[in-house]
């Protein structure tokens, strides 16, 4: 069984460029989020999307941006990079929304430069 | 102050040994309590997950949920090197298990 799958791996970028993220959840999984990862603040949660629909968000700018496809593939968007912006973004599926034993992909590494 | 606190080490002990973990939190509506695995260059992984107060075993380890006292522990048994990780505490309220709130983990080596 394929896990969580996310590309490009890693990408480096201009500041002040735009970027998309990809995400493909495991088979069956309905419930996407994603996270931020940095060394200062660790994790933290950007956004969840169940049936196309954004279910919960977190304090994040609105450079930040996602959907979901109806095969629940997602993608996330940042525009207007900024340095601050670098970091390991991941993505984790779920089954359902709400639904405990969320799977991580290994995330897409972001160097803005 | 930060909703979950988490010790981020480094934590380096002997092969063998009795690993702990913890991790306190302040927002008491936390119903959802995980404990999650990082190796380098990787997603997390889940370890552990609970919910509400109690113990939960898997194997080589236990996760417990003390909700009084807002504290949250993982234990490793019989540690190997490769439980040579980051571990990551993380919980949510009652609108379910998504919207995860992580401590900043805690680095761990098992020396052989």
């Known amino acids: 069984k394929a896990g969580v799958t996310q590309t490009p791996r890693y990408l480096i970028k201009t500041r002040g460029q735009q970027v998309t993220l990809s995400c493909s959840p495991i088979s069956g999984h309905r419930s996407v989020s994603w996270y931020q990862q940095t060394p200062g603040q660790g994790l933290q949660f950007l956004f969840e999307y169940f049936s196309e629909t954004q279910r919960n968000k977190g304090n994040f700018p609105g450079r930040f941006s996602g959907r979901q496809f109806s095969n629940s593939r997602s993608e996330m968007n940042v525009s207007t990079l900024e340095l601050g912006d670098s970091a390991l973004y991941l993505c984790?599926?779920?089954?359902?929304?709400?639904?405990?034993?969320?799977?991580f992909g290994s995330g897409t590494r972001l160097t803005v430069v | 102050q930060k909703e979950v606190e988490q010790d981020p080490g480094p934590l380096s002990v002997p092969e063998g040994a009795i690993v702990s973990l913890n991790c306190t939190y302040s927002n008491s509506a936390f119903q959802y309590f995980m404990w999650y695995r990082q190796y380098s260059r990787k997603g997390p992984e889940l370890l552990m997950y609970?919910?509400?107060?109690g113990n939960k075993e898997d194997g080589r380890f236990t996760a417990q949920v003390d909700k009084s006292s807002k504290y949250i522990s993982l234990f490793i048994r019989d540690s190997q090197p490769s439980d040579s990780a980051t571990y990551l505490c993380?919980?949510?309220?009652?609108?379910?298990?998504?919207?995860?709130?992580f401590g900043q983990g805690t680095r761990l080596t098992i020396n052989p």
């Open positions: 984790a599926s779920s089954l359902d929304w709400g639904a405990a034993g969320y799977t």
């Open positions: 993380a919980m949510s309220g009652a609108e379910g298990a998504q919207k995860l709130v």
């Open positions: 609970t919910y509400s107060s």
